[in-house]
């Protein structure tokens, strides 16, 4: 039974950046996360569905409106995650991002990769966070409790789910 990657999508019509933050997050999380990268929203909207869990999207893109964009991953996938890149310190556009449902907005700089690459942590330990906040247990607990979660869930769909006759 092969486990699936999740999947980060990174648009961006700069290719030296897209390359860039792409070799990054690889040497950062390895095979674990399967990384694609479009040069323009189109390309990656045909691309987005229910498999994908994170898009970095660049707020710049040449004739294109982010805002459209980002609702438009939205609507093919409202749990996709989407972290805004933007070239400069903007409040407007920052909240017009959140508004839109952007998780966060990150600015280009030196570390905004390394800021990506945090960001992307969180996003994926957030279940174990919430399980330790609600029950108030520890850091172990909590990864324990959701290893155990996600063995059971794999054993019943694996069982009930999948029976090959």
């Known amino acids: 039974m092969k486990t699936q990657s999740l999947n980060l999508f990174i648009v961006d019509d700069n290719m030296s950046a897209l390359s860039e933050l792409k ?12 990384i694609l990268t479009f040069n323009t929203s189109k390309s990656c909207l045909e691309k ?41 310190e903007d409040i407007a556009s920052a909240v017009t991002a959140y508004r839109a449902g952007a998780k966060a907005v990150v600015i280009k700089g030196n570390n ?25 247990l520890s850091e172990r607990l909590a990864i324990f409790i959701m290893s155990f979660l996600t063995v059971g869930a794999v054993v019943v769909i694996y069982f009930f789910g999948y029976r090959h006759y």
């Open 23 to 34: 070799n990054h997050l690889f040497h950062r999380f390895g095979e674990g996360i399967k």
């Open 112 to 136: 905004h990769s390394r800021k990506i690459g945090d960001l992307v942590v969180r996003i994926f330990t957030a279940p174990i966070r919430i399980i330790q906040r609600e029950l108030g």
């Open 48 to 88: 987005v569905d229910e498999h994908t869990n994170i898009v970095v999207l660049n707020n710049r893109l040449k004739n294109e409106n982010y805002e459209d964009v980002l609702k438009s991953i939205k609507e093919s996938n409202p749990e996709t995650e989407v972290i805004m890149l933007t070239e400069k």
